[in-house]
T-cell receptor, first 110, second 114 residues
Framework: TQLLEQSPQFLSIQEGENLTVYCNSSSVFSSLQWYRQEPGEGPVLLVTVVTGGEVKKLKRLTFQFGDARKDSSLHITAAQPGDTGLYLC??????????FGQGTRLTINP | KAGVTQTPRYLIKTRGQQVTLSCSPISGHRSVSWYQQTPGQGLQFLFEYFSETQRNKGNFPGRFSGRQFSNSRSEMNVSTLELGDSALYLC?????????????FGSGTRLTVV
């Protein structure tokens, strides 16, 4: 069974600070996807990374895929209150379905 | 273009009843997958359909079933509802699964079993 360990589960920081969310597994994934979910809505895709070592940037968000394609990280620079939400990592493996981490509930305080 | 549409948005059912949820994918998307989201277990994969065929199934009891129609619309059915089935049920669509392009999720159906 493929598992994704996401940490931290909860994070509350002040506006302007930096943060990193980690997603780790012992399994290899063909792609690693990051989603953001607002209350009462479905997850919205932020980015997919498919190549080991790949780095993608989305404004103040930086996503990295581990060299072995088993782990990923999301780094947010100068966090803003609008970044508040539930962030989910999801690995796509051989069975062509998504395995989700437990999520990181991020709160940015003004 | 229109997103993934799930109906109904909210549903309240009694234990022992059955329920059918509907999902209309983005036009042109042939893959539909279903997930259950609960506070304790997070998002868990239920099943995936592609061109009317179930390609993968998660670790859920046989009370959970689904199907896909020729127009790619999908339904999932839960029979003999239990209190633990209360959850947000999410549907996701993609053009072709496993291509690393990501999925588009609907807003979900919030099912409450009383």
């Amino acid at each position: 069974t493929q598992l994704l360990e996401q940490s931290p589960q909860f994070l509350s920081i002040q506006e302007g600070e930096n943060l990193t969310v980690y997603c780790n597994s012992s399994s290899v994934f063909s792609s690693l996807q990051w989603y953001r979910q607002e209350p009462g809505e479905g997850p919205v895709l932020l980015v997919t990374v498919v190549t080991g070592g790949e780095v993608k940037k989305l404004k103040r968000l930086t996503f990295q895929f581990g060299d072995a394609r088993k782990d990923s990280s999301l780094h947010i620079t100068a966090a803003q209150p609008g970044d508040t939400g539930l962030y989910l990592c999801a690995g796509e493996g051989g069975a062509q379905k998504l395995v989700f981490g437990q999520g990181t509930r991020l709160t940015i305080n003004p | 273009k229109a997103g993934v549409t799930q109906t109904p948005r909210y549903l309240i059912k009694t234990r022992g009843q059955q329920v059918t949820l509907s999902c209309s994918p983005i036009s042109g998307h042939r893959s539909v997958s279903w997930y259950q989201q609960t506070p304790g277990q997070g998002l868990q994969f239920l099943f995936e359909y592609f061109s009317e065929t179930q390609r993968n199934k998660g670790n859920f009891p046989g009370r959970f079933s689904g199907r896909q129609f020729s127009n790619s619309r999908s339904e999932m059915n839960v029979s003999t509802l239990e209190l633990g089935d209360s959850a947000l049920y999410l549907c996701a669509s993609s053009p072709i699964p496993g291509q690393g392009r990501g999925y588009t999720f609907g807003s979900g159906t919030r099912l409450t079993v009383v």
